[in-house]
């Protein structure tokens, strides 16, 4: 039961570069997210999906880009990164049919450094 | 508009004895609240959740929380802490009536060490 899986687990970039963190879960869940956690911030959301082909943006989507073709995947991509990106990202899926539980079920994190 | 605070950064007990995190939290509905425990280099796992229904809400490994509209407060307690309880703790509240998918914000997250 593999639940919600991101890869890679470490990463490091320079300025400028781009890279994509990939997302899949195994549980059929509607809802897709994207956190990035930060040191007495909290977790903040980046991108957030409903269903297939369904995106929106969150608290912080600058520099960052989704898309949802299956429901299994959720891509986010970096398109020029920063050092300002330097951070620890969450994946995180729910079910959403019959109404929003508030429980999400989350990656193990993917730790990303930008030089 | 939401917003939740934790109290404390860092909070540190010894083996045995009681717990207590302390959330304080902002809305301008009826919220529903949770509590998050994320154990180092892991992803976070919901420990409790607070809907409507009964004011205290008794979690996973030994954990409960009370809501008190009054005070706006959600705080966390375990009457004995265990050296696996050590992990960051995160408060959090919501709007479940959006369902937009947005409705979720988190604190800034409490330290807990257990001293042997």
């Known amino acids: 039961n593999a639940g919600v899986t991101q890869t890679p687990k470490f990463q490091v970039l320079k300025t400028g570069q781009s890279m994509t963190l990939q997302c899949a879960q195994d549980?059929?869940?509607?809802?897709m997210s994207w956190y990035r956690q930060d040191p007495g911030m909290g977790l903040r959301l980046i991108h957030y999906?409903?269903?297939?082909?369904?995106?929106d943006q969150g608290e912080v989507p600058n520099g960052y880009n989704v898309s949802r073709s299956t429901t299994e995947d959720f891509p986010l991509r970096l398109l020029s990164a920063a050092p300002s990106q330097t951070s620890v990202y969450f994946c995180a899926s729910s079910y959403r049919s019959g109404g929003f539980s508030g429980e999400l079920f989350f990656g193990e994190g993917s730790r990303l450094t930008v030089l | 508009a939401q917003s939740v605070t934790q109290l404390d950064s860092h909070v540190s007990v010894s083996e045995g004895t009681p717990v207590l995190l302390r959330c304080n939290y902002s809305s301008s509905y009826s919220p529903s609240l949770f509590w998050y425990v994320q154990h180092p280099n892991k992803g976070l796992q919901l420990l409790l959740k607070?809907?409507?229904?009964?004011?205290l809400v008794k979690g996973i490994n030994g954990f409960e929380a009370e809501f008190k509209k009054s005070e706006t407060s959600f705080h966390l307690t375990k009457p004995s802490a265990h050296m696996s309880d050590a992990a960051e703790y995160f408060c959090v509240v919501s709007d479940l009536n959006n369902n937009a998918g947005n409705m979720l914000t988190f604190g800034g997250g409490t330290r807990l060490m257990v001293k042997p």
């Open positions: 607070y809907t409507s229904a009964a004011t």
């Open positions: 549980m059929n869940h509607e809802y």
């Open positions: 999906s409903v269903g297939a082909g369904i995106t």
